[in-house]
Structures are given as C-alpha cells and as structure tokens.
C-alpha cells in the first residue's frame, strides 16, 4: 500500500500511477483468462478512479479493497486507511480535474477575447442574421418590441435545440450508431472547414493582408484535415485538445456576431434551464440518454466532448458487435498518450452524453452536462471529468459579450464568475455522484455579474480610476 | 430582470463614460478626411491602404516663418509631426511632402477651412481648387484627338484629388476645435519647444512633454476599381460585403409639357448636380451647380406656367447626377438611349391599365446645358457664352444647323449671351461630351459665364463659397427681408434666364408667338437666400410636407458638416442633402398649376377629380403631395440610375468597357476608426522610468519569491517547531 | 512610447503577484481553488459595496463615504470566508494526521491565509488596474488638461501596494484569529491593525490629487510604510503560528 502511495500520491501524476499499476498487473492479466484480469484491471484501476470511493460500498468496491488488500498482504483494518487515502486522492485528483479544466476554459477565453479585439468585425453582425432566429431586433423598436421578439428568437433556438436532441436520442435507441457518427463527422468537418475558412478571411481582411486562393486552400485543406483526423481518429491529446478548443471559438465567434442583442441574453438563461431540465428531470432527454446508455454499457459520443485526462481502453470481452469495436481491442496495449477519445469513436460505450447535430445545425444542439462515466464492467473507463464543447463555447459567448463592451471589469468579473461555478458544479457532481449539468450555476454567476458589473460596478470603479482611490 | 437592468445599464451608461478616456483624449469631432477612391486602373486619396492610425507631434504653419522652419526640420531625424496649416500654405506643404515622401517627418495634414477664421489672418489666401487643371479629360471628346488636346478650363486647379497619397488630409472647419488644436495644444505645449530650433539641430529633451494628434483614417479597397470589384465579389461570410462601391445616385428629370412623348421634338434642358472636393460631403458648390441649379429651376417654373401652350414640343428637364467624376451620370444616360435600355416608365392616364413608355434618342434634337453661371454676380461680368463642340459643329449638318438656330435666337432674346470668340475652341467641362461620345449627334450649347478659361478659382474646392462668388447679405436683415433682398447675381441671373427660356419656348414653334413673362426674380432670390445663406428656411419648408422636411432636416444632420448642403456624388443608396433637396425643387418647380389648388383629399392618384383630369387631358401625373400653404404639389419626375455603365456587371466582378466609361468607385469604410484626437505624448523620462521600474520589480519579486519559497521552513517556521516535525 | 508605459505599469503592479502565484501557488490545485474562491469573495463584496453606492445617489460625488462603506464590507467578506474556509477543512481534518509528514504546505493555516490574502489582492489589483492599462495602449497619456504624467505609475504603484497589503491583512487576520484566544487584546488589536490600516490607506488614496504631483509623494510613501508595518506584523505572526489547521 505504501508503495502505491508514495508512487502516485506525491507526483500527482496520472499517468505514471496508471503505467505502474499496470505494469505491475500486466503479468497477471496475461497469466489469467480474461473475465478475471478484467477484474483486477478495473480493480487497479478503481482505486485511482477519485469517484468510486465515495459510493456506497458494493460488492465491487469490496472486491476492490479486498483485492487491493490481498495484493499488498495488508491486514483488512487497513480499509479504514484506504477509505482517507482513498479521500485524500479523491480531493487531491478531484482539485487537480478542475484545475485541468480551468486551463482550457481560460484558454478558450482568452483566444475568444483576442479575436473579438483584434477583428472587428467580429463585434457586431451587418444585418445578417442566423434563420433560427428570425426577428430582426432593430434598434428603433421600443423596448416592448425587443423583450418578446428575443423571447420569441431564444424559444425557436430551444426548439431547434430540443428537437435536436430528440432526434440523437431515437437514433441512439435505436442503434443508428453509423447516422451518428456520420453526423458528427459532417459537423466538426463544417466547423473545421467553413468557419475557418470565415475566420481566416475576416482575419486577412481586418489586416488588408492579400493572399491568393490557392495557398488559402491549400491552408485550409491541411488544417482541416489534421484537425478531423485529431478529433475522430488518432492523434496525440494536446493536438485534439487544441483543436476542439478551436471549434468552440469558432461556434462562438460566429454566435456573437450573429445573435442579436437581447436575443444573446434571453437565450443563454434559457439554455441553462434547458440544461437543467435535460438532465435532471426525469423524463429529461439527456437522463433518457444516460440511462439508455448505462443499459447497454455504452460510451460517449466523440468530438463532443473536451477531456482532461486520458481514457483507458481496458475493453476486452466486449459485447458488442458494432464494426467499430474492432479498433479497440487492437488498442488494447497501447497505454501511453494515445488519444483514447479517438478510439472512443469507435465505440458507442459509456454514459457520457454530448449531443452535437450535424448538417447546418449541427453547432447550436450541443448538450453540455458534465458526467461522470459510469464504471462499467468490461469496457474502458476515463479518468477524470468531461465538459462538453457547449460549455466551453456559451461560456465564451458571455465572456466575448463581456469584452466587446470594453471594460475589462466586467470581463473578469465574469471569467472569476464562471470559474467558479465549474468549480461548484464539479464539488456537486463529488457529492451526489450523478450526470449534473455544468451550464447553470456559471452561467446564472456569469450573467449576474455581467449585469451587475455593467450597470452598477462600472460607474463605481470608473470614478474611483479616475481620482485615483484604492479601495 | 435581466431586461430591467438592460433599461437600466443603457441609461447609466450615458451618464458616465470611461472618464479616463476623457481626461486623455480631446476629440475632436467636426473634422473630415480625404478618402479613397479607385478608378479603372489607379487609385486616388490619402493615407495607405493597410494603416490605421496616424500619429505625430501638433506643428502649426501659419506664416512663412513656421513654414520655412517646417522646411527645414522636414529633412532632419525628428520625431513624426502633423502639420495643421492655413489655406494659403497648403498646397506648398503637400509639395513639401511628396518631394520626398518616403522620409518626409509628415504624417497628416490638417486645413483649417473656417473663413472667420481665416479673414482674420494675415495670411488670408484660400486654397484654390482640388480638381486638375482640364477637368474630366479623360472622358472628353479630345482625350485621343492630336489636334484639340485637353485644354486647361481650370488653371487654378492643383490637381490634389486625382493624386494618391500615403498620409491623411483632414480639415477642421469648426472654431471651437480649431482654438483646440491650435491655441490649447500647438501654443501652449509644442511652441515654445519649436521656437528653439536653430539652424543646425534640432532635439526634444526627454522631460519635455508634446501635445499630439492622432489621425485615424481606416479605408478598405485594392489596387484599382477593377480588382477591388473582382476581389468583392468572392463570398467569405454569410453576409456580402464589398470593398469598393461604385459612385453614383439618380438622375432626376421630368417632362415640362403635358406628357411624355416621343414624338414631339424633344429639347432638353439641363444641368448639373454633383460636385467634389478633397474632403468627403464638404462641397459648398455654390458656383458649381447651384448656380447653375438656381438659373435651372427659374426657367423651369417659367416654362411649366406655358405647359398648354407649349404643345409642340417636349421639354424634358434633366438633372445630371455623377458629372464630376468623368460624367458617369450623362454616360448611363447615352449609353441607355443608344443601347435602347432606357427604363421603362410606366403611365395611367386617369385608366386602370397602364402604358408604358421608354425614352428614345431619335426625337432629341437639342441639348441646352447650364453651366457654372456665378461669376456674374460680379460688376465687370455680364455675359454669358455659349459654347458647343467644334468636331460635330463642323462635321455634322444637323448639329450645325441646330446650334446655329439656338445661338441666333439667344444673342436675339438677350445681348448678354454671347458665342464664344474661338470658334475652334474645345466644349468644356459639360454633359454633352457623353451625348457625343455615344453616338448621339445632335445641337448642344453649354451656356456658361467663361470664355476661354473658368472664372472660379475654387471649382471642386471647399472655398467654392457665396461670398467668393459676391453673392453677400448685409447683416441686419431679417429673415423676410432677406428672403427678398436682391442680389446683383440674381438681378443679372432673371434677364439670362428670361432669354433662354425664351429661347426653349420659340423652338419648334409653328407660331410666332414669344414669351411674354419674365423668370419670376422673387423665386431667384428667395432661391439664393435659401440656398447660400439660410438652407433651412421657411420657403423651402413650405414646398415641403412635416414628413418631407423632416427627412431634409435629418439628411442635413447626417454628414459632416452638419447644417450644410452637400452635393458630393456619393454611393448609390445614399441620399444626400443637396441631391434630395434639388430633386424635392424639381417636384415643386415643374408641379402642374392646373391641379394646384386642390384640397388635400382629392391631393392623390385616386382621387375622382384628378382622374378626370387625366383623362380629359391624357396626361399622367406620378406623385401628388400637399403642401402647408393649401397647394398641392402633382408632378412627374423620373429618376434612373447615374451609375457608370462600366458596372453593369458588378455583381459578377467584372467591369465591362472602362475604355469608353468611368470606373469611379469609393472605398467602402466605416466611420469606426475615422477621427481626430488630440493628446500628450509620454515624457520618455517618465516612460523609461516607469519600464526600468517595472521590469526591476519583476526580476526582483521572482528572485525573492523563489528565495522565499525555498527558505520558506526556516523563515517561516518558529525556531522550535522544527524539533517537533522531526519527530512527527 | 505610451506602450513602453504600459508594460512598465504591468510588470510594476502585477508581477509580484505573478511571481507569487507562479512559484507558491501554481504547483498545487488545491492552492489554485481557493484563490479563485477568495477572489470570488471579494468581488461579491465590491458588488455589495457598488449597490449601495449607486443607489445612494445624492451621495455618489462623496466618495468617502463608498470607500469606508466598501472598506468595511471587505473586511466582513474576509471573515466570512475565514469561516467558510474553516468549515472546509473540518472535511479534510481526517486525513491530515494520516500523511501530514508528506505535504507539508497543504491544509496549513498559514499557507491558506496566504493564498486567500493573494486572491483578494489580485482581484482586487486587476479591478483598479485594468482599465487604466488599457487606457495606456493608445499613442496618448494624461497631461492635455494639466494632470500629472506620474499617474500612471503612481496608480501602478498603488496597486502592488494593495496587492500586497491584501495578503498581509489576510494572514494577520486569520492567523490571529487562530492563535489567540477569544476576547484576547492581541487578537482585538490585531484585527483593529488590519481594519484601521485598511481604512488608513484608502483614506490616504483620497488625497491623491492629479494636478498636484506632490500629493503623489506623500500618498505612496505612507501607503509603503503602512505597508512594510504590514509585512512586519504577518511575519512575526506566521512565526508564532504552528502548521495547524485555521481557527483551532
């Protein structure tokens, strides 16, 4: 036991701890046929899965302490030790996920901020307007007008979304893993193609920078060719990563400058409670999902989701009889970096749910609720916790919104605001062990402080800057 | 919630600014820059093309001593300055500057164009004309013609519009900012520092502070109208947008007799409506065109009041749009009549089915154009000249003959207007060049007050004022009394225009009747009141309906400087205040005296009353509107595009025959980055102190932190807590 | 040139604070939530404080009153969350006796006062400054109405100085409140040093007049003697203090 402490706890370093539990098992699950390795394998892997350990012992979690106890000979008032060393992981693992998903978030952020400063034409839309949202809010109508024409907008954009939604769920039940996968594929193909191709245009034209058609498609065409191979198949994590982040920037770029005004606002309230009840209520589609997708063992959907660790593929004996599952088994031994959210494409396992559509809607339907995977029997597992791309790019909205106004209070207002409530929301998801959506609290901290900061903070400290009081 | 505080962030808003800014930054807001503009092949304006802003030390140049000192810190290593100058000195500091551009220490030139405040001045010269010396000769009938060659109209012209630039021209034109720039920030900061200079060097000690300006000037666009149209033309985002628009609005013209038609000899009367000047919408034009518009709308009135007499011939009344920039307006104008596109317009006569009718060339036969006609207001100018195209006056027949029929009945009806001497001398600057470039060889005079060169100095300037056309109001006059004054240019103007309209009414008379009246010398005057002195006054407002004037008042407002007529050529959906005003006149002028007097009901196309009269008449009258003083204004007027024909295709991103038509387009830039600001620059003592201070606090806090951090047991720790962790 | 003043100003008020959270705090998630959660404090605080400023409107031109208003309102959030990180480690207690040899910096009072006087020193550091540097990236400075040109740097320096002082505050405050008994005149002075300095410093920022440049002077020296008293306290009282959780 000590052993494992000392490895793990003191580099906090995942991966390491994982190579050496598995290095230490690898002998034995060769030895041994296969339904027992896979349970000493989830054994291993258990202990340094933060989660477990807070669930009501099962026999599985027996098992694991028993194992863990038979392999290092320890006596079994041992468990006791384990259960804080257990909590004192979970604390440290659990502090180390949300840092981790802090660093992308404010990465997105600030990429986010810098374009909307650097191109302006980012900031404003020239009268074009997305078609899910089709009243035009003019700047004369009263303000009568403005409050149920951007209600009207948002409701439509809900709708588009729910049904959206919908529609993933039946092609999930019923087993149109191919429609799915062709659609996400077409979606995170747009984005990576025609959104780029806006972005860099509207770059150039910012800076008057000239360049022909063809090293522009030649940019291109590698760009969005590494970026699909990235997010769908293989690639190192840090390039996916960098790539999904993108894709969020760009969906919320092309959002702030098409989405009117008050339409912005109205819509990010909805969604949050679109979220809320998605995947809490329980006829809730997204709980739907979840459970479908516990019934059958299946996995989360890929390109949909930004992950902060890897996720191992310990998958033998799967049931499944998918085509795609074939890649898995040949990944079977590859435990380094490889990017494990690309074999999950291959698999249709898990309990993590991100909807995404494809075609020309496919960026507005994102479904963001941060789960936990369900520890499943034979499949792989992830470590560490999952936050949908639509997180990340309604975040960005807010915070873009934030900083086309020019000060920068508000904008860090609302950056600590939404920080936090991941944060909240993660020590939630610690304490009740079930998918939780990851929109609400930010976005409720995010749009209070916008407002507030706006309205009442702004004046305040502009009178403070300016005579030059320190509070 | 969320809405209720949007309410109220709006408002706070407005109340409190980024006070920050303010307390660095005076901008300054009546200021105008020279913009971009492209044609076929080249591009014209000021500042390049991938720069924003443009930032310099404040130098003012306001006599020859701060003009030579100028001079000379321009070929030393100075820091960049931006000149702020007085008329009579800026045409040698652009000279100065594109001397030697590259190392020039310009960065911008400002004019200051306010006349009160220049009359005061020592050094009072206006700057003279921005157009070139042979106005449009490009388009001209002589551009390839080896024996005629272009020929210099306007020998004042400096030819500072057609010339490209890499740094921004702007001009302040109000006192208040003008006082700013030059008194609260040249005098008080920059003077004393420049007044140091010897002969020999010049240097700015680090602990002197500078008052600065900052010049934005933002213009989108390509190499020329033809590359900039085909690099439009690719669609990058969900909306369109273009970098270049083409320049152009609408030609306005109406039939002055009782209906259109081709059958009737048609005669048209003509005059211009654009004009330019280096700085965008700042055209006072009052010698060119309202000169020319004021002796226009007078025969018009006359000649609309002989409508049921007039019944042998068509007078069509045009105002030509987009003349100034190698008559692009004229150009569509001919080119449709030739080509036989020609829109269609559509008529009732008092029925429910419609006729359509399409202008054809075949019927003109005469064009009378009125050219600049404001240097009469002078004592020694009386005459007016007519001047015609010597090629087709001698090559064609029936161009001869016509211009020989229109030249002897102007000098019978009047012995002021008079044929020019040279009778092989070119047609100047006129419509009528596109008429006979296109193939459409019929009798045109341009009636000008020149001979042999323009009296203007300040043709396409922003000193083309009233009061250098002598056209002056004592001061102590009110309104009213204004409104009736006459001035010795509208005095000499009514005989002039009396005798053209003389003239129009005897051609193709069968009769010999003459025209008894006279051109009505209240309606010039109140015509010149209005439009040189008060273009907000109540004889404009009564020709007008609320909704009208408001419209007038707005457009008056929307560009810089607010309060004055523009009459800048523009893009195409933008309606300026001149151009509306102009074609709101033509609506009054030509209005149909029989339907005056009706009520406001029976004011309409619907109406019983005015069917009848359609029908009774078998005339068609288009727009009907009721005016404040219980008259109802009926007219037609017809507008069709003025935009080049070279742009027929700009959809596609091509442009189709600019050998044979203008190209002009203006970059299409918003107003985002477009203004003046004035500041202090950073004492670099103050600079240099504050980075050597940040960067040694940087260092230093990652030293000691590092230290800390590594020391941090024994720092931190109480002597004897170190027993206990080891027995921990 | 005004860019060269605005990286002086960002390397003068914030690169301490960077050093500080890059060295001490980065390596340690844990270090990095409560940050985040101190600074959330402050600005709930700021926002309070804001609300009453602008609904009190006769009163906005007085700034005095806000400052002491807002002085007081921050140094109640330091409390609350004083007690709101207390309750935290009661969840953490357990482990601690089981491997407190191995991380000697986590569940540390001393390291958790630190690191929650950091965030609030940051947030509120950024709030005064931010605005003023992005003022500083265009081509101008303050001078065309007769300010100073030493704003600037004197708002920089002003800002580390509270940077600063926010974590000394904080480490005196929970210190104190964890080593001396209730009802203590130690503790009571104590906290009456890091209220009545508080109040002290903002007071003195009032002086700061832009178009005298000797008010300059005074306001920065006496807000770095202040602070160095500060500093004194806290490391006198971080050496009293034991690695031991907060509030025993």
Known sequence: MSDLLDNSVNEYDLLKAANRQLENYRSKINAENMPSSSINSETEVKIIEPRNSRRPRDQVDGQASVELANRNGSPSNEEENLDEIEEELVLKYGAQHVVKLFVPVTICLIFVIASLSAIKSYQKSNGAQLIYTPFNEDSQDSNGTKLWMSIANASIFIGVVVVMTVVLILLYKFKFYKVIHGWLAFSSLMLLFLFTFMFITEFFKQFNIVIDMITLWILLWNFGIVGMAAIHWKGPLILQQIFLIF??????????????????????????????????????PLRILVETAKSRNDNLFPSMVYSSTLIYMMATGVDNDTPMEQDLTSNLNQVENDNQNTQSTSQTQGGDLRN??????????????????????????????????????????????????GDWNTV?????????????????????????????ISLFFGLIFYFLTNLVVRPFYDNLTYYQVFI | MNTFFFFLSVLVRTIISDLNKERTYVNLL?????????????????????????????????????????????????????????????????????????????????????????????????????????????????????????????????????????????????????????????????????????????????????????????????????????????????????FCDPLGGSNYFTFLSQRPSNDLPITILSARLDAFSLYEYFTPAANEPISSLIGLFGITELLAKQRSQMNYSSILVVLFDNEAFDYGGSSRFASDLVREKFP????????????????????????????????????????????????????EPNVAKTIKQLTDKLTKYSSNIKPIENINQQLPTSSIHSFLRNNILIGGISLADFNKEFNSKFYHGVFDTPENMNVTFPDDLSEDEAVNFTTKFAEKLQGLTTSIAQTIFSLHNPTQTELSEQVSLSTLNRLVYCFYKNTTCKYFQDMMTTSQWKSYLTLLEANLPKGKLSFYTGVDDNPISGKWLSSMLLRYFSRNLDLESLSEDDCSKDSEKVRKYERENHISIRNFYYVKNSTCVASSIFLTSSVSPAFDQFEKGVLVETDKFPAWTESSWNGVDVQMKIFMFTRPSIAGLTLSLGIVTLVLAFVLTFLADKFAHRIFYPKDAEQNEIFD | MALIEFFGCLFLAFGPPTAMFAITIAKDPIRVIILMTSSFFWLISLLISALVWFALVPLRNKLLFALVFSVFTQEVFRYLFYLFIKKAQKGLEKVQKNIHHKDRTDFDGRVISYVSGL??????????????????????????????????????????CFILLHTCWSIIMYLSLTIYPKKSVKLWSCLFLVVFSHLFVSCLSLANDSKREKSYVYTVLLSYIVLILNVVVSVVIVRKTYKQKLGA
């Open chain 1, 247 to 284: 894709t969020c920037v760009q969906m919320a770029l092309i959002f702030i400058k098409y989405l009117p005004e008050w339409t912005t606002w109205v819509l990010l309230a909805f969604i949050s409670i679109w979220d809320l009840i998605a995947v809490l209520c329980p006829f809730g």
């Open chain 1, 356 to 405: 995404r559509h494809s075609g020309a809607r496919a960026h507005h339907a994102n479904r963001q609720t941060i789960q936990e995977l369900e520890h499943q029997q034979q499949e792989e597992e992830e470590n560490g916790v999952k936050l949908g791309l639509g997180d990340f790019i309604f975040y960005s909205i807010l915070v873009g919104k934030a900083s086309i106004l």
């Open chain 1, 412 to 440: 860090i207002a609302c950056f600590v605001a939404i920080l936090i409530g991941l944060c909240l929301t993660l020590v939630l998801l610690a304490v009740f062990h079930k998918p939780l959506p990851a929109l609400p």
């Open chain 2, 30 to 242: 009546n200021t105008i820059p020279c913009i971009r503009r492209f044609n076929s092949s080249h591009q014209i304006g000021c500042g390049k093309l991938d720069y924003s802003s443009y930032e310099g030390i404040v130098y003012s140049v306001r006599d020859k001593a701060e003009f030579g000192r100028l001079e000379k810190l321009n070929k030393l290593d100075i820091p960049d300055l931006v000149v702020v100058t007085l008329p009579s000195y800026f045409a040698k500091i652009v000279q100065l500057h594109q001397h030697d551009s590259g190392n020039s220490r310009i960065q911008g030139i400002v004019l200051v164009s306010n006349l009160d405040y220049i009359s005061n001045l020592t050094e009072s010269d206006l700057n003279l004309s921005d157009d070139s010396t042979s106005p449009n000769s490009k388009f001209s009938l002589y551009s390839t013609n080896k024996t005629y060659g272009p020929s210099e109209w306007n020998p004042s012209g400096t030819n500072f519009m057609f010339q490209n630039f890499n740094i921004p021209f702007y001009t302040i034109y109000d006192l208040n900012e003008i006082e700013k720039v030059i008194d609260e920030c040249y005098d008080k900061f920059n003077q004393h520092i420049f007044d140091k200079y010897t002969s020999n060097s010049f240097s700015i000690k680090s602990s002197e502070s500078l008052c600065g300006m900052q010049l934005g000037l933002r213009m989108t666009g390509a190499v020329s109208s033809t590359v900039c149209t085909r690099r439009s033309n690719i669609m990058h985002t969900l909306e369109s947008s273009s």
């Open chain 2, 344 to 395: 269609e317009i559509k008529l009732s006569f008092g029925q429910d089915q419609e006729e359509s009718f399409v202008l054809k060339k075949n019927n003109i036969t005469s064009i009378i154009e009125l050219g600049q006609l404001g240097a009469i207001g002078f004592e020694q100018n009386e005459n007016l000249y007519i001047h015609r195209d010597p090629i087709s006056y001698a090559k």
């Open chain 3, 119 to 160: 965030g609030f020193g940051i947030i509120s550091g950024a709030f005064s400054l931010v605005n003023v540097l992005g003022d500083m990236t265009g081509p101008g400075t303050v001078g065309i109405y007769g300010d100073s040109q030493y704003f600037f740097l004197v708002s920089a320096m002003l800002s580390l």
